[in-house]
């Protein structure tokens, strides 16, 4: 057996096998922000310097659907379709025509009916669909491939596997003013699509986090070794920037013997600092961290915990309560097609660029044209998914960012519909445009009026379209913003621990979380509760194990430690809304909240809960034996 | 998964006479592990024979001081028994703890016996509660049946008929669950019979196994404090990337523990 | 070689010719192209394939389809009324957002139904141990939990 590299710190080992021997190492770049020297100079001026070595567990995205493609050829008319669950087929489709197969882009249409969960990883192009497509259309046959769970384990793209080395240094009131952090990330064995840019990308354009830092430097190197390809998994460098921030924060309340919530107090972006730069160059338009964590501690019963504290230590248990607060970068690439069409039955179309896939788009975008547009919301019809029925501009569903650049998209739609109809209704309530109001679906204009569906029935006969107008109402736009929407939150998580066992148990879960304006609170949460569920996962369950030859040892789910409903308690979702000031809905993303939250919360409880051995640190996952060796070592320490 | 020819037997006599007739033949029970085994292409037998339709291998039934589950029982069954709950309610729990409702409506007691599963739960209860495995061809006494890593003593062509428990005076049986799959790391039944004791193990090693320091020590005093200072040598134990052969060891002593505690509570 | 199997799927006769091999899950997605039941994984772990056979919850990617020979299959697509009218299960389901992506919802609801009947009332606790079998990703549980107990409730003052 060819020998293997399997972590990324020992991959950077100058005897290591390389990946790639061409390349005569396995790191692939070295990327920097800031100034070392300077940095490195602020750190030595600190009243105290906070450090944490933190490794982020790498993880399986396991969508419960295992990966499948399906592919048919037609060569009489030189066309390819492929069905594949996808969380938007466009990129696929513009993939598999101009690079792989060199076909005409609409020569191939890809097909995503039902996915069966996408969390990053189905946004990607892999191996097998290109094959799956190129047999099929070499054979001229239908060909279909289904991966079961053990294949997708070895094929689908992981997440995280970041190691961090991180230095906070603070002045003597507990303000923190420069921060350095080095990460190292495995990205398995090829480059991914976007696996590389995570760390500076992803977690980089909003580290410091909630908190007001003016000077940081931070050093990524992606490493190659001989695992499977690291990418994009809920949250996307986020978690990973916001777990170490609060490791930090916790340590530095700790060093200086605050109560965590007061140290992130005192180092919160103030909403007075608003809009704020980040430093590699986001603005964050709004937000009330410090209220937010307040409703977060008050809703947990933060400040009577020490009493229960007490009952559980009668029951031979320990119980422990965290804080994490988290900031996300939601609506990446915001750029999105949407049209509204007009159907003849009088149904409403939304077609959309977006791809919902669990998300609930249908819901929510037939109450925005109910809203705006006044038609009953059972009309309203949501057409996504197909290549070849997708408007031109088609990015998909990732980056929690459809309920900005969809429902935006589907905004800015109505209103021009609105403009438009303004105008026919004139005509056919002999009025003048400027004098028509429109108010819940009615188009008024002095004592008479017209509904929207009498003015779509007029848009298509042009008998009744006031001169040059092109008949139809329905309307596309191409939405576009110059930037992305800041969600953050504040997460309190109460646990206990049998100290005998190591074993965790959730007993509450309170999460606070400003997702801006929400517009629907049912779907909102339902993204929050999954992210929440993600992020336990791979606090306390969730690990993916390779040994020293490269082979996966979590390949399968007897091994790898999926979440059940027996690992959570009710989770306690409400929301501190702060609407963005960046895009006309007011929204945040919801999708990546959760796991940026939850592991940060987890570790900083069950430390709390530990603190009497003295255990300051555990890298997750907390899993039973873990916790339960940190226990042991902490005794031998004492005794000796 | 590799194809078989698949026969269902009218009775034992004709299971037994398929399973002398054919190459390699495997009885299937409620195939909650067989099938998955066939399924990850880890075993290729030549033949299945179905004992499904056999109905004198169902029930369950109270003679004296033994309750006797037959072979093809299912967990849900004997977790839903009054019979069974009466009699010897650990046994009642431990069925209702194995794997997931929609395994326990499948899954059989001969099934889990025969295939000597490390992770089985039935293991420590046929063990702990002293019981006898019958077959078709004699008895076998449960100290005599698990001999390995999926080994048994039955011979090939011996077929499970039926489980004779003894009723104790008291039991109680606890696992550890693993925290990916579900079965048990370590799952523990203490049995009182008079002055008798016993202590089996299931999940922790190769197969399930007694601890007779523990016995011994609780024969003597039946108290959570006799067992607590009573180590497993973790040399002979499975381990696991999430459970490893010592934390294994500790787990057999703090559940053993807990079960004397709840016995005595 | 091929064994002839019959069975009663949603209420009709249906039968088939399966090689020894075939499993249950198999023969109702590929055979009677009832798509609805899912595979999600290859370890009996993840419920997707839940079923009932003979009123009970079974997973269907355990059994061979000749095992099933002769009983009585309940599948998602005979869940709902002939008129369309959703079980309280199903009808819970979407009520309390109990589904996301959908792809573990066939066996979950199927499970749901399954708890019900066997545990009427069952409390939070009891529900989310009883789903142990059974690996949702999207939704982390919350909706799930509720609509089983809402429904269990429901069908539980149905019968009453």
């Not at chain 1, 779907?523 to 194990?545: F, K």
């Not at chain 2, 169902?58 to 003679?63: C, F, L, P, T």
């Not at chain 2, 109680?172 to 048990?184: C, E, I, L, T, V």
């Not at chain 3, 355990?62 to 709902?80: P, R, V």
Request: overall charge neutral.
């Amino acid at each position: 057996m060819l020998p293997a590299a399997v972590s990324s710190v020992d991959a950077l080992k100058a005897d290591s096998p390389k990946v790639w021997p061409e390349f005569g190492t396995n790191e692939v770049v070295h990327w920097e922000y800031g100034e070392a020297a300077k940095v490195e100079t602020l750190l030595r001026s600190a009243h105290r310097v906070v450090k944490v070595d933190l490794v982020n567990n790498r993880i399986a995205p396991a969508p419960m659907e295992p990966r499948v493609v399906a592919a048919k050829y037609d060569a009489a008319e030189g066309r390819l379709t492929v069905w594949s669950p996808t969380q938007g087929g466009r990129r696929i489709q513009m993939m598999l025509a101009r690079t792989l197969l060199k076909m005409a882009p609409d020569k191939v249409r890809v097909i995503s009916i039902d996915t069966g969960g996408g969390f990053g990883v189905r946004s990607k192009m892999f191996p097998e669909t290109a094959m799956v497509a190129y047999a099929a259309r070499q054979l001229g046959r239908p060909v279909k491939w289904l991966g079961d769970r053990a294949e997708t384990f070895v094929s689908d793209y992981h997440g995280r596997d970041q190691i961090n080395h991180a230095q906070m240094g603070l002045d003597r009131d507990g303000k923190a003013f420069v921060l350095k952090v080095e990460t190292l990330l495995n990205v398995g064995a090829y480059l991914s699509e976007n696996g590389l840019r995570l760390p500076m990308e992803g977690g980089g354009r909003i580290i410091p986090c909630g908190y007001h830092i003016p000077d940081f430097y931070f050093s990524v190197k992606p490493t190659f070794t001989n695992t499977v390809c690291t990418d994009t998994y809920r949250g996307a460098g986020r978690p990973e920037a916001n777990y170490l921030m609060e490791r930090l924060m916790d340590k530095a309340a700790e060093t200086y013997g605050l109560p965590r919530e007061e140290i992130r107090r005192r180092n919160f972006i103030k909403p007075s600092q608003f809009p704020y730069k980040t430093h590699l160059g986001f603005v964050i338009d709004s937000g009330d961290f410090a209220g937010t964590m307040e409703m977060a501690l008050e809703h947990s019963n933060w400040a009577a915990f020490e009493e229960r504290r007490g009952r559980s230590a009668a029951r031979g248990k320990l119980r422990g309560i965290g804080l994490a607060f988290f900031i996300e970068g939601a609506g990446s690439r915001p750029v999105e097609g949407m049209r509204v069409r007009f159907e003849d039955n009088g149904d409403v179309s939304v077609i959309a660029g977006t791809y919902s896939h669990g998300q609930g788009h249908a819901t929510v975008y037939s109450q925005l044209v109910h809203e705006f547009l006044g038609v009953d919301y059972d009309k309203v019809r949501l057409i996504n998914g197909d290549t070849g029925t997708s408007p031109e501009v088609s990015n998909g569903t990732f980056g929690s960012r459809s309920s900005m650049v969809g429902g935006g998209g589907v905004k800015r739609a109505c209103d021009a519909i609105i403009v438009k109809g303004k105008k026919i209704a004139a005509r056919l309530l002999q009025s003048d445009a400027t004098r028509v109001t429109f108010e819940a679906g009615v188009f008024r204009a002095q004592t008479s009026s017209v509904t929207m569906a009498d003015v779509a029935a007029a848009a298509r006969d042009p008998n009744k379209l006031p001169d040059g107008m092109a008949p139809g109402l329905d309307e596309y736009v191409v939405y576009e913003n110059d930037t992305e929407n800041f969600p953050n939150g504040a997460h309190v998580a109460e646990i206990e621990v049998d100290p005998e066992t190591g074993v965790v148990e959730i007993l509450n879960y309170v999460a606070v979380d400003d997702c801006g304006v929400v517009l629907n609170p049912f779907i909102v949460h339902g993204q929050i509760y999954g992210g929440i569920a993600q992020g336990i996962g791979q606090a306390l369950t969730e690990n993916i194990v390779y040994d020293a030859e490269g082979q996966l040892l979590s390949g399968t789910f007897m091994d790898y430690g999926m979440p059940r409903a027996g690992h959570f308690s009710h989770i306690d979702a409400r929301f501190n809304a702060m609407p963005a000031k960046t895009n006309e809905l007011g929204v945040k993303g919801a999708g990546e909240a959760g796991c940026c939250g939850a592991p940060p919360a987890i570790v900083s409880a069950v430390v709390d809960a530990l603190g009497s051995y003295g255990i300051k640190h555990i890298d997750m996952p907390l899993s039973p034996e873990r916790v339960w060796r940190a226990i042991q070592e902490s005794r031998v320490n004492k005794a000796a | 998964m590799h194809n078989f020819n698949y026969h269902h037997a009218a009775d034992i006599a004709d299971a037994a006479l398929k399973l002398k007739v054919t190459v390699e033949p495997k009885l299937l029970a409620g195939g909650m592990t067989l099938l998955p085994t066939l399924k990850n292409r880890l075993a290729q037998p030549s033949d299945l024979i179905d004992l499904a339709k056999i109905d004198g291998l169902k029930g369950i039934s109270v003679e004296g001081k033994e309750v006797v589950v037959k072979a093809m029982t299912t967990h849900a069954v004997v977790a839903a028994s009054t019979d069974v709950r009466k009699a010897i309610p650990a046994l009642a729990d431990l069925a209702d703890g194995i794997g997931d409702p929609a395994v326990r409506h499948r899954g059989t007691i001969g099934g889990s016996v025969a295939n000597s599963d490390p992770a089985a739960d039935y293991p420590a209860g046929v063990l702990g509660l002293d019981a006898v495995v019958e077959t078709n061809e004699r008895k076998i006494n449960a100290d005599d049946f698990f001999t390995g890593l999926f080994e048994t003593a039955l011979k090939p062509g011996e077929i499970i008929t039926a489980v004779r428990f003894k009723i104790p005076d008291r039991a109680h049986y606890m696992k550890f669950r693993h925290p990916a799959s579900g079965y048990a790391v370590v799952g523990v039944m203490v049995a009182q019979y008079g002055a008798k004791v016993r202590v089996a193990v299931t999940g922790a090693g190769p197969n399930a196994f007694r601890v007779r320091a523990m016995e011994d020590a609780l024969e003597k005093s039946f108290a959570p404090a006799s067992v607590a200072n009573i180590k497993i040598p973790a040399g002979d134990l499975l381990g696991d990337i999430h459970c490893s052969a010592e934390y294994r060891a500790h787990l057999v002593n703090v559940y053993a523990r807990r079960c004397v505690e709840a016995l005595v509570k | 070689m091929e064994y002839n199997v019959q069975m009663t799927v949603n209420g009709k006769a249906v039968s088939g010719k399966v090689e020894a091999r075939t499993l249950l899950v198999q023969f109702i997605r590929e055979h009677l192209r009832l798509t609805g039941t899912h595979v999600g994984c290859d370890t009996t772990q993840c419920g997707c394939c839940v079923i009932h056979v003979d009123g009970v919850a079974m997973k269907s990617c355990t059994m061979l389809a000749l095992q099933a020979d002769g009983k009585s299959i309940l599948t998602i697509e005979g869940l709902a009324a002939a008129d369309g009218a959703l079980h309280p299960m199903q009808q819970a389901f979407r009520d309390h957002h109990g589904l996301q992506c959908g792809f573990c919802t066939p066996g979950m609801v199927m499970m749901g139904v399954d708890i019900a009947r066997r545990l009427p009332g069952a409390d939070e606790k009891t529900v989310r141990h009883q789903l142990e079998g059974n690996i949702c990703r999207c939704t982390g549980y919350q909706g799930i939990v509720e609509a089983i107990m809402d429904a269990s409730a429901k069908m539980h003052a149905a019968k009453a």
